[in-house]
């Protein structure tokens, strides 16, 4: 698994910036964001995962990738006919998304080799023109396999609930972390946790890792 070159450095910036966060890197000391797979893989991953379980997902990309004998390309999966991948578990719609993507890969509708040289907005502007590809997945991406230092997912639920955890009594009218994000509650710690990530530049992408990593013991990767 590659890792971040700036993750010693960032982790000192937050700590002597953010006393809650120095404690929730001196509580995590193993472990940093990461990626396991390609640029393809890693998006049609991503969106295999939409709105099923982990366990699932997990179930269906290993049918998926024994269907192109472990070795994911675009060119393998515009070979594959529809019920192939269906017979994988794919949905009708993801079926759509990921001969969308794998289409966009192979006709250069995105430009792997020249992202390295643009911004976040730029890559995230190509990336959403692929099916299936909305704005959070693509900051999945620059975070996960662009490996960008300074990414928030405002729109991450579980990133809003794993800072009003952290964060929260730091505030006169904290209330239970059991309280639905949904609404005015989650557009507040929306807005409240952007404000705090002003402390966290440029280095936004390795508070996201800590904050995720208080809600769930397992390292987040994809």
């Given at each position: 698994?590659?890792?971040?070159?700036?993750?010693q450095?960032?982790c000192?910036?937050?700590?002597?910036?953010?006393?809650?966060?120095?404690?929730?890197?001196?509580?995590?000391?193993?472990?940093?964001?990461g990626?396991?797979?390609?640029?393809?893989?890693?998006?049609?991953?991503s969106?295999?995962?939409?709105?099923i379980?982990?366990?699932?997902?997990?179930?269906i990309?290993?049918?998926?990738?024994?269907?192109l004998?472990?070795?994911?390309?675009a060119?393998g999966?515009l070979?594959l006919?529809?019920e192939q991948?269906r017979?994988?578990?794919?949905?009708?719609?993801?079926?759509?998304?990921?001969?969308?993507?794998?289409?966009?890969?192979?006709?250069?509708?995105?430009?792997p080799?020249?992202?390295?040289?643009?911004s976040?907005?730029?890559?995230?502007?190509?990336?959403?023109?692929l099916?299936?590809?909305?704005?959070?997945t693509?900051?999945?991406?620059?975070?996960?396999?662009?490996?960008?230092p300074?990414v928030?997912a405002?729109?991450?639920?579980?990133?809003?609930?794993?800072?009003?955890?952290?964060?929260?009594?730091?505030?006169?009218?904290?209330?239970d972390?059991r309280?639905a994000?949904a609404g005015p509650?989650?557009k507040?710690w929306?807005?409240r946790?952007?404000?705090?990530?002003?402390?966290?530049?440029p280095?936004?992408?390795?508070?996201?890792?800590?904050l995720?990593?208080?809600?769930?013991?397992?390292?987040?990767a994809y």
């Amino acid at each position: 698994m590659l890792r971040p070159v700036y993750w010693q450095e960032a982790c000192a910036h937050l700590t002597k910036h953010d006393k809650v966060m120095g404690a929730l890197i001196a509580a995590y000391p193993t472990g940093m964001l990461g990626t396991r797979g390609e640029a393809l893989t890693t998006l049609v991953r991503s969106v295999v995962g939409q709105q099923i379980s982990v366990k699932a997902a997990a179930s269906i990309w290993a049918r998926f990738e024994a269907v192109l004998d472990g070795h994911v390309t675009a060119a393998g999966i515009l070979a594959l006919s529809d019920e192939q991948m269906r017979g994988c578990g794919f949905s009708g719609s993801k079926v759509r998304y990921v001969r969308g993507i794998a289409q966009g890969f192979a006709d250069g509708t995105v430009h792997p080799g020249l992202w390295d040289g643009m911004s976040d907005d730029a890559v995230i502007g190509e990336l959403v023109k692929l099916p299936g590809i909305g704005r959070w997945t693509a900051e999945m991406f620059l975070m996960f396999f662009l490996m960008r230092p300074d990414v928030l997912a405002v729109d991450d639920i579980g990133l809003v609930k794993g800072f009003k955890q952290a964060y929260g009594h730091d505030y006169a009218d904290f209330d239970d972390v059991r309280v639905a994000m949904a609404g005015p509650h989650l557009k507040l710690w929306q807005r409240r946790m952007q404000e705090a990530g002003e402390r966290w530049r440029p280095y936004r992408s390795v508070a996201s890792w800590y904050l995720w990593r208080l809600l769930d013991p397992e390292e987040v990767a994809y």
